[in-house]
């Protein structure tokens, strides 16, 4: 069969999971078999050396998020579609197996060079097995609204995490990043922003920052109480 790379993926906390937990896991171990468009995963191993556990899974060569800042001035149309579609593809495979991915973003949809083709990675349950039930996890932007006030994830927040990617193919930079960055210059007083304007390069290295801090991962949020959400039309 050849020569083929494999990564190892830490989870977090599996030594508190429960049940159920391992039984979602073995769910969505069989989904990445069965389904070409997901990232293919061999199963869990053991580290001897501290115990923790680890998904045993198939290298990719990079993430959405990271080919687009490198790639969006060079993608044709043709291109944006192709990565759209196969994303939905993919997210269709999982959903006929009624099973929610729970942690869609562009962090975990892969590129392999090899085959020319957009993978989905890390289901849901790759979150912190030992998370409270009055948390969530996810990447803030991604989350949807009826989540972050506390209903169940559902078939539609993962089409939630869909109409936040797309404009993110289209547009190149995702809005959240322009926005942090305005607000950031915002609030620079005179002297440093007459520095920030004799290195242009002040603007780009920030953008770089934000695209790679905690800011865009996923981690666990308490939202506490929240309002009711509402269409912008109401």
């Known amino acids: 069969f050849g020569n ?13 999971a429960n049940q159920s937990w391992f039984e979602e896991a073995k769910s969505h171990l069989t989904i990445s078999n069965k389904w070409a468009a997901v990232v293919r995963c061999y199963g869990l191993t053991q580290n001897p050396s501290n115990g923790n556990y680890m998904l045993v899974m198939n290298e990719m060569d990079i993430d959405l998020r990271k080919y687009l800042q490198q790639n969006h001035n060079q993608l ?5 579609i192709n990565i759209t579609y196969e994303i939905i593809l993919a997210l269709s495979y ?6 929610i991915h729970r942690d869609l973003h562009s962090g975990n949809i892969l590129y392999s060079q090899l085959n020319d083709y957009w993978y989905i990675s890390d289901l849901g349950f790759c979150g912190p097995a030992d998370k409270s039930s009055t948390s969530i996890y996810g990447n ?10 506390g209903r169940e994830y559902t078939f539609a927040s993962d089409i939630y995490c869909i109409a936040i990617l ?3 193919i289209v547009q190149g930079t995702p809005l959240e990043y322009k926005n942090l960055m305005k607000e950031y210059y915002q609030n620079m007083s005179d002297d440093e922003l007459f520095k920030s304007e004799k290195d242009n390069s002040e603007m780009n290295k920030l953008e770089e920052n934000y695209t790679s801090s905690r800011l865009f991962r996923s981690k666990i949020h308490n939202f506490g109480y929240l309002p009711e959400p509402r269409n912008a039309t109401e």
């Open 4 to 16: 083929f790379k494999l990564i190892l993926k830490k989870l977090e906390n599996v030594e508190s």
């Open 76 to 80: 044709t149309w043709k291109e944006r």
């Open 94 to 99: 999982i959903h006929y197996e009624k099973a």
């Open 140 to 149: 803030l932007p991604y989350i949807a609204p009826e989540v972050i006030i």
């Open 166 to 168: 797309i404009p993110k």
